[in-house]
């Protein structure tokens, strides 16, 4: 079994996807699984983390000595990783967060009526959590990782989100047909801040997670 490398540390993990609701019956969401940051989970608590798990939309059980939260919105998991953050050695953002939100909520179902064409949905931006953490820096020292799922000039796109949103790792996927979204296994470059660059080949979602936190490990302050 690994090391417990993580022993004494607190990390935070996000997973899943939002959904952002229109009305009581229908929301915007996206197609993440949440198996990659479950896998986070389990391998940070394997390597004798202490584990926070903000979870949205995932239905999957609870992970055995991990301390979860169940989210649904954008609005909530910015909260709940605000709070959790303030507590954290690391957080990795591994959840699908919706770039943008319904202008409105209607409180009841919203109607087709006859002979009229549908209103067209206003969406407003919902805040980019990653780089909030990233600029705050809740606590000295803390190691901050986020996700990005690209389809094209994967490497370039990703050094550039990596510097705007000013984290220390971005695990960059390439979105493919069996890649990413609810597979189980995964593919990845991990980017530094510090210009380092780590090939994950075509795996299990597990063993990407080790990689992370392989990496995050020596950037741990003691
Ligand atoms: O900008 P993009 O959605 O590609 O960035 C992906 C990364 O940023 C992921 O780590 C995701 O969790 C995070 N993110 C966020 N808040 C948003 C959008 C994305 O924290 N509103």
Redesign the pocket.
Known sequence: DSVPDLAGHHVVI?AGGTREPLDPVRYLGNRSSGKQGYALARTAAARGARVTLIEANTGFADPAGVEVVHVGT?VQL?EAVLKAAAEADAVV???????FRPASYAEGKIKKKDGEEPAPVALVR??????EISAERARPGQVIV????ETDDVLANGRK?LRR?GCDLLVVNEVGERKTFGAEENEAVVLAADGGETAVPYGPKEALADVVWDLVAPRLGT
Do not use: E, H, Y
């Open positions: 996000s954008a910015r953002m591994a959840a699908a967060v919706a770039d919902n805040p980019d959590i990653l780089a986020g996700f990005a799922a989100k949103k």
